[in-house]
């Protein structure tokens, strides 16, 4: 099963391989390069089928817990104080999401959408600190009935160009469920009332809609 955001790009990708390989065993006399040719581009469009993956997630909603967003692994786990919408102290997590992992993003809590922001930006690479600050992002808050506001954002990476988020403000969310893309490497950070009881250690490998990063 693969993401709709990725059918246009799944659908260019099989028509070019396919006109190259067409090219390729029309005009190349040298079965060895044409065979090559061949197996570079499969490779290509495998890589690009397994970034576009969808798997389905069984998430079993509890409103006093927040689940992972994200396939990736946990890269920060500290306080700070965040300038954007909160302006004060709050529990960062963030979550790396190599180009081999699933992309997706899902809520990683049922409520209701009070902020949704574009930010464009900059492509450091995921990791670096300055990325949730100067990087293509999106912030979302999510009031929730348990935790109150929680915000997460999605950050591009040095390879990511295009942030898809379905948030709107005013829309009702439920935990586990698709909210939205981010193309070729980026991270998800997610800020949290320092009373949460954090789940995860550093460098722990995390999976989108069922693994637990807070509890109350």
Not at 63 to 71: C, N, R, T
Not at 117 to 127: C, E, I, Q, S
Not at 151 to 160: E, K
Not at 173 to 178: L, P
Request: hydrophobic share 45%; no cysteine.
């Amino acid at each position: 099963m693969f993401h709709k955001e990725g059918y246009t790009i799944i659908t260019i990708s099989f028509i070019i391989i396919a006109l190259i390989n067409l090219l390729s065993a029309t005009y190349i006399d040298s079965e060895l390069i044409s065979k090559s040719i061949g197996l570079i581009t499969i490779i290509v469009l495998i890589l690009i089928l397994q970034f576009f993956r969808n798997p389905k997630r069984k998430t079993e909603l509890n409103d006093e817990l927040i689940i992972s967003p994200v396939d990736g692994k946990v890269v920060a786990i500290e306080k700070v104080h965040e300038k954007e919408y909160f302006k004060d102290e709050r529990i960062q997590i963030s979550i790396f999401m190599s180009p081999l992992n699933v992309h997706v993003t899902r809520y990683a809590a049922s409520g209701s959408i009070k902020f949704s922001k574009y930010h464009p930006g900059k492509y450091l690479v995921a990791w670096h600190p300055k990325s949730s600050e100067k990087n293509e992002r999106t912030t979302i808050v999510i009031n929730t009935k348990i935790f109150g506001e929680i915000l997460y954002r999605q950050i591009a990476g040095a390879v990511a160009r295009r942030i898809v988020n379905y948030a709107k403000v005013g829309n009702d969310v439920v935990q586990g469920k698709d909210a939205g893309f981010i193309k070729f490497g980026s991270r998800v950070d997610l800020f949290l009332p320092l009373d949460s009881k954090i789940k995860v250690e550093l460098n722990q490998v995390v999976k989108g809609g069922e693994d637990t990063i807070a509890e109350k």
